[in-house]
């Protein structure tokens, strides 16, 4: 099984940066995809960024040219730098990840979630 912990939220003012980070331990064959999702309040749940194992990115149209996902295969982990925040993005962001176990097993990992206050 794979543990996501995620760290780095917080409050800041709008205009304001964080930088998310989400480290995944455990037994595992191969993480896949890996990404942020949010979700605020009285709203449904956002695909923020993912991030592929090769390195290809996607992004929410409501964070492109602010965010930017990134990963680093060795210590298995993958962050989200968030820059220009806005009100707008106040929620809680979740990591998960595609984990591959040995046997072929395949699943979505998730973490706990970090709470991100952005204030006007």
């Known amino acids: 099984q794979v543990n996501l912990v995620e760290s780095g939220g917080g409050l800041v003012q709008s205009g304001g940066s964080l930088r998310l980070s989400c480290a995944a331990s455990?037994?595992?064959?191969?993480?896949?995809?890996m990404g942020w999702y949010r979700r605020g309040p009285a709203k449904q749940r956002e695909l923020v960024a993912s991030?592929?194992?090769?390195?290809?990115?996607s992004y929410a149209d409501s964070v492109k040219g602010r965010f930017t996902i990134s990963r680093d295969n060795v210590k298995n982990m993958v962050y989200l730098q968030m820059n220009s925040l806005k009100p707008d993005d106040t929620a809680a962001y979740y990591c998960?990840?595609?984990?591959?176990?040995?046997?072929?097993?395949?699943?979505?990992?998730w973490g706990q979630g970090t709470q991100v206050t952005v204030s006007s």
């Open positions: 998960y990840a595609g984990v591959t176990l040995g046997g072929g097993y395949a699943y979505s990992a």
């Open positions: 455990g037994t595992f064959f191969s993480i896949n995809d």
């Open positions: 991030i592929t194992r090769d390195l290809s990115t």
